[in-house]
């Protein structure tokens, strides 16, 4: 008798706990939100996916890849993705064209690129007169390797020859054939330079500059609709930067799932060129930079001020609430 009691207690318990499952399942807001192809400085939104930070906050997140931040912005301005992550400029040239498009946080705000070069270059002035590659014109690293090259007295329209070489796979092996004399590339790529004996020329991280070069964007429409959804999923987003920041062997392991790799040489040089460099707490940074880029393509640009283009309302809020600081000190 005692027995069977001690069992329907533990099918009664069961079923409880089943209903309190669904029942929270219920109370999850659904969320879908875009990135670019899974890398490094993507990595954020994996993380938090990874670490059931989305969950946490009461939130049933659908995470989608888009290539290309422009397509990212047309789906979050139609309103099939309200928040993305996207870097660049294409977030302002969007809100320049009338859209409310505001950036709200900026989780890398530093060029991850190396600058490698031919093993008989040894200082960046040598690369006067030679060909520089570049893995497409108008890219993030292209932008970061002309300001670069302006800092070492190179002016990259008349003293070098600037060449698109595609891929990052294709730029090693570029070099390598000597077809270009040195380019910008970041992790994994990296690794192979290292490998081939090719020369560590500049960290452009190194730059006494700040850039959009990833972060959350949405609309201040969906922001004024549905501000505690962007609240709670600014705090999964933050939470699971700051594990990849504290914790290599998790960051690792969900490189590794998106990356589809388990080489672990590929891991630790991506992990170590880019996760630890999370801008944490993530305030909107970069903007300025970007105006001044857009300047010649755009006259709205000059003279725009970078606050019209950003919102940092509720990042200042959680770092005031010491939610950041908690996550930060690993509490």
Request: aromatic share 8%; net charge positive; glycine share 8%.
């Amino acid at each position: 008798m005692t027995r069977r009691l001690a069992i329907c207690g533990a099918m009664i318990s069961a079923l409880c706990f089943s209903s309190t499952l669904l029942a929270q399942e219920k109370k999850l807001d659904k969320l879908r939100v875009g990135g670019g192809s899974a890398s490094a400085t993507q990595m954020s939104l994996w993380l938090a996916k990874e670490g059931n930070y989305y969950e946490k906050h009461g939130l049933n997140v659908e995470v989608i890849s888009i290539p290309g931040s422009s397509l990212a912005i047309q789906a979050m301005l139609w309103g099939e993705l309200p928040i993305i992550q996207a870097g660049g400029a294409g977030p302002i040239q969007a809100a320049l064209s009338g859209t409310d498009t505001v950036i709200i946080a900026t989780i890398a705000k530093k060029f991850n690129w190396l600058i490698f070069a031919q093993p008989n270059i040894n200082r960046m002035e040598e690369l006067k007169g030679k060909v520089f590659g570049t893995t497409r014109f108008g890219t993030q690293s292209d932008l970061a390797s002309r300001i670069a090259l302006r800092r070492f007295g190179i002016d990259p329209e008349r003293d070098i020859t600037m060449v698109q070489t595609g891929g990052p796979a294709e730029t090693v092996g570029a070099m390598v054939a000597g077809k270009v004399h040195a380019a910008a590339i970041t992790a994994p790529a990296t690794l192979q330079a290292k490998k081939l004996k090719l020369r560590n020329l500049y960290d452009l991280s190194k730059l006494d500059l700040e850039y959009h070069v990833n972060g959350v964007v949405t609309t201040r429409k969906f922001i004024k609709s549905s501000e505690d959804v962007v609240r709670r999923f600014l705090m999964a987003y933050i939470e699971g930067a700051a594990r990849g920041v504290k914790d290599k062997p998790f960051a690792m392991k969900t490189m590794g799932k998106y990356f589809r790799t388990d080489d672990r040489e590929v891991l630790d040089e991506t992990y170590e060129l880019i996760i630890p460099g999370f801008n944490i707490p993530p305030y909107p940074a970069g903007i300025a930079s970007l105006l001044q880029d857009l300047e010649k393509q755009n006259p709205k640009a000059k003279g725009a001020k970078p606050e019209d283009f950003t919102d940092n309302r509720l990042v200042r809020e959680l770092d005031q609430s010491g939610f950041i600081k908690a996550l930060v000190a690993g509490r």
